[in-house]
Nanobody, 127 residues
Framework: QVQLVESGGGLVQAGGSLRLSCAASGRTFSSYAMGWFRRAPGKEREFVAAISRGGGVIYDPDSVKGRFTISRDNAKNTVYLQMNSLKPEDTALYYC????????????????????WGQGTQVTVSS
């Protein structure tokens, strides 16, 4: 069982930056692929970024377009999402997710591929 706790959300003006963190419980964090998703008001939850056990990354190009960076620190059992040049349309509840990954380069994009989810952290971008 893995428990995920997100932090770092808040209110920021357009053009600003935030860094989200997701702390995971357990001693096998390095065995998990990690992902970030978000749910905007009135919309379905959508994929933002994922990072594999081996550090390979993938982003949703339409929503991120080089503004977000996902990273992980296995020593701290934490995955990060650095968000720059924030826009009002980035306003959403951001979730991190984890899945035990046999393939070192596995970085899933689909919700159903993840086993564990955090409760989310709210990001609000004002115009």
């Amino acid at each position: 069982q893995v428990q995920l706790v997100e932090s770092g959300g808040g209110l920021v003006q357009a053009g600003g930056s935030l860094r989200l963190s997701c702390a995971a419980s357990g001693r096998t964090f390095s065995s998990y692929a990690m992902g970030w998703f978000r749910r905007a008001p009135g919309k379905e939850r959508e994929f933002v970024a994922a990072i594999s056990r081996g550090g390979g990354v993938i982003y949703d190009p339409d929503s991120v377009k080089g503004r977000f960076t996902i990273s992980r620190d296995n020593a701290k059992n934490t995955v990060y999402l650095q968000m720059n040049s924030l826009k009002p349309e980035d306003t959403a509840l951001y979730y991190c997710a984890a899945v035990l990954a046999g393939n070192i380069w596995q970085a899933p994009r689909q919700e159903y591929e993840y086993t564990y989810w955090g409760q989310g952290t709210q990001v609000t971008v004002s115009s």
